[in-house]
């Protein structure tokens, strides 16, 4: 008992950041007691809207007769285009190419016709299939391979990266070799499904409640189609029940279809869709392909490397440039290639348009990245391990991006080291090498790979970030930020960076939710950047107050400034010490401003697209997994047996929520690249539309035996917040390493001889199809 009162002392006096607190909302969860939006008590008068969509996915739209929706039990009006008072537009891009409702053009199957509200949404629900449309159809182009048959039409420009003379570097390379990988989507599966609730003020005031990762954008294109200004409207979201990418701009169509009801009828309006409208209508993880031709050595050096990434970027741009942008940045994961060329490819096609998701593009570079380092291995007849090794970043000469961006903070090779020490790989791949020529059905693999991502918004006016923060005279303090809190642990970050610099416990920082009247202008919280940008715009606001109230005690005691601390449970000034709330209440009678805004933008960077050059990202996150895996070579199922994990936090802000942020996102991409498969029929009808088609992971499917660690007395070089680094996304690609092991198993069955050529999502079937062809080629 005494020891764990002394490590409850040491916690007190070392502050809040750093230690191991739970997610503010945790026993919320568990009990049942978080509010989400459909959690919230009904507002009088309240209505219910829903989605009427088109039933092809190509084609033009000739008639479309409401009668028999008007004319359904309950229902209180139907909305189409022609009631839109501002612009039919909610793209997130110049091009303005996604309108709320398709007025002519059909451009993918579940696209919005008509918006129906009626009294209960159960009415709403059944009356929106009542529509008769009369439709001019076409033949959808559906994947890659048919949109590039036609000609290739692109949703928005492409983007280049080139260092070096790649033609003269392939010609010259000791070896050669072409190759094709495809890399498969993914669905968001938020458990809260896209959800909107707009409440009509006086006057063209509106309060929108919605599940969304980017408050501001839907405050602007709520305003858009309202036709007002951004004034009048107010966008507040305290919680979402997750978000991965899937509502930085996907929540845009539901928010304002609600508020646009809400204007006309003057009455509250809610708009919820069913699990299977949800996944139909909004874009998932981009799936892909690349084309790559590799110059290497005997050594396993790669020379050169040519690349084309190409994306099912949907029916329109959305955030396909971005994204496709952003796997080219990371085509290069943790390695060096001194020649290269990268081009993205992103093709329009009759799909649901594609977004954002946890990695934003990168997660899919890097899978290519590790298919080049394996394709040199099997071709070299050299252990994947020792190739990644000698292709790593270095120092001069080897430490330029290919989109010429210096590695000023290498770390990888350090991190594979310390997670090939600490798992014992050698050992048990030799184990698993001799275990598996003794085994003619069941194969182990093992793979180690390693993790480099860039960390900031290549949208360079996306960096920045505001606060608000108020402290009573009682002592305690409310907070408030442009982050959004999605089950990921900002909220509770950031309150740790406040009762950290006020010297305060938790209990005094209330934690409120993000809303566009308190922080204007917020950036969306994406790009693993949350704790980065809203940390340090909340310790800013906490400073200027910090600074009024050290010129008060130092006039009020008669005490030196720099005399003056703010220490974890009291203030010290000069010889004296009283506690903060002592301190606040008497600066309140001075009349201290107690309130303060507070501001952050990342410096360093910047980007040029048109040149490619730059300098895009503020540092890199680092990390390394080690996968053991076993397949049955008759089925093609397979079991993750082991999963190690030595991952970079740099000073972790709060080691409890970065874990949790690790083996999740570490899930979330074992699922991407193993069970979780989009299908869509010849038709545009996508097939995966449930959780009854749609396989995520679930408890059964975690490795049986899950080490995560973070890498220790590894601070942030840069002077980001308490020097951290960003944990959301990176983990996930950590995930690749399952990809590995399983080729890896496969790859045994030839002898590891030849290259299994594993795409993704290496479902069972996938892995039972490879092991026949690598055995077949080796002539067994």
């Not at 919320?28 to 209505?47: C, M, N, Q, S, T």
């Not at 005690?553 to 005490?559: E, T």
Request: include cysteine; proline fraction near 5%.
């Amino acid at each position: 008992m005494a020891d764990a009162r002394r490590k409850l002392d040491i916690v007190a006096e070392t502050g809040p950041v750093g230690s191991a607190r739970p997610h503010d909302s945790a026993s919320k969860h568990v009990a049942g007691e978080a509010l989400y939006i459909d959690d919230i008590a009904a507002p009088e008068g309240l209505l219910h809207a829903y989605l009427g969509t088109s039933s092809i996915a190509h084609g033009k739209l000739i008639s479309l007769d409401l009668k028999a929706v008007r004319a359904a039990p309950g229902v209180v009006a139907v909305l189409t285009a022609a009631e839109i008072p501002g612009v039919n537009d909610i793209s997130s891009t110049h091009l303005h190419d996604e309108p709320v409702f398709a007025t002519e053009a059909i451009l993918f199957h579940g696209q919005p016709l008509f918006a129906v509200v009626a009294e209960t949404r159960e009415q709403a629900r059944h009356a929106a299939v009542l529509a008769k449309a009369e439709y001019a159809e076409e033949v959808p182009l559906i994947d890659i391979a048919a949109a590039r048959k036609t000609g290739g039409q692109l949703v928005t420009a492409p983007l280049k990266l080139e260092r070096g003379d790649v033609a003269a570097a392939l010609v010259e390379s000791p070896r050669r070799l072409k190759g094709s990988m495809a890399i498969g989507g993914q669905e968001h599966f938020y458990l809260e499904s896209q959800i909107a609730l707009a409440i009509p003020g006086e006057d063209e005031d509106m309060h929108v409640l919605v599940s969304t990762q980017h408050p501001s954008e839907v405050q602007h294109m709520v305003s858009a189609v309202l036709g007002t200004g951004s004034h009048a409207l107010t966008v507040e979201v305290r919680r979402m029940g997750g978000g991965f990418g899937g509502k930085e701009t996907q929540a845009n169509l539901f928010a304002c279809v609600a508020a646009l009801c809400a204007h006309k009828l003057k009455r509250p309006v809610k708009l919820r869709p069913d699990r299977d409208d949800d996944m139909a209508i909004t874009g998932k993880r981009h799936d892909f392909v690349c084309d790559y031709e590799i110059g290497f050595d005997d050594d396993g050096r790669i020379h050169a490397l040519d690349a084309v990434y190409a994306a099912r970027c949907g029916w329109n741009a959305d955030l396909s440039g971005p994204v496709t942008d952003r796997a080219l940045f990371h085509m290069d994961n943790c390695y060096f290639y001194p020649a290269v060329r990268a081009r993205s490819e992103p093709l329009f096609t009759n799909t649901c348009s594609n977004t954002a998701f946890r990695g934003f593009g990168g997660p899919q570079g890097m899978v290519g990245a590790e298919r080049f380092i394996e394709e040199v291995a099997y071709a070299t007849g050299l252990d994947p391990l020792e190739v990644r090794r000698r292709n790593l970043y270095g120092g001069p000469g080897r430490d330029v991006t290919p989109y010429h961006q210096t590695v000023e903070d290498n770390i990888a090779a350090d991190v594979i080291a310390e997670l090939e020490r600490r798992c014992d790989y050698q050992a048990r791949k030799a184990a698993i090498r001799e275990a598996n020529a003794k085994s003619p059905i069941i194969k182990r693999g093992i793979a180690l790979t390693p993790v480099k991502f860039g960390i900031s918004f290549t949208a360079t006016w996306f960096n920045q970030a505001g606060a608000l923060v108020h402290v009573y005279t009682d002592g305690t303090v409310a907070l408030n930020h442009g982050g959004t809190e999605m089950g990921q642990g900002l909220y509770i970050k950031v309150a740790q960076v406040v009762a950290h610099a006020f010297g305060i416990g938790l209990d005094q920082v209330k934690i409120t939710a993000t809303t566009t009247g308190k922080v204007p202008n917020t950036s969306a919280t994406a790009a693993s950047s949350g704790s980065d940008l809203n940390g340090m715009a909340a310790l800013d606001a906490c400073e200027t107050i910090k600074q009024r109230l050290t010129a008060f005690a130092a006039r009020h005691w008669q005490a030196a400034p720099e005399d003056i601390a703010f220490l974890q449970g009291r203030v010290k000034i000069g010889p004296r010490e009283i506690a903060f709330k002592e301190l606040v209440a008497a600066a309140y009678l001075a009349r201290i401003q107690l309130s303060a805004t507070g501001f952050y933008a990342t410096p360093k960077i910047h980007w040029d697209r048109k040149a490619g050059r730059g300098h895009p990202f503020y540092y890199f996150a680092y990390g390394a997994a080690a996968a053991e895996v076993a397949i049955d070579t008759l089925t093609g199922e397979y079991k993750f047996e082991r999963v190690d994990i030595l991952h970079d936090c740099g000073q972790s802000l709060n080691p409890a929520i970065d874990k949790g942020q690790i083996e999740g996102g570490f899930v979330q991409g074992m699922g991407w690249l193993t069970t979780e498969e989009l299908v869509w029929d010849r038709k545009g009808r996508l097939w995966t539309h449930a959780p009854s088609t749609y396989k995520i992971p679930v408890a059964s499917d975690r490795p049986r035996i899950f080490n995560v660690h973070l890498l220790e007395n590894a601070p942030n070089r840069e002077p980001t917040i308490h020097r951290s680094k960003a944990v959301g996304e990176p983990p996930l690609m950590l995930a690749i390493s399952v990809l590995h092991a399983l080729s890896d198993a496969v790859a045994s069955v030839g002898d590891y001889r030849i290259c299994p050529r594993l795409d993704a999502p290496a479902t069972p079937e996938r892995v039972l199809d490879a092991v026949e062809r690598v055995r077949a080629e080796a002539g067994r």
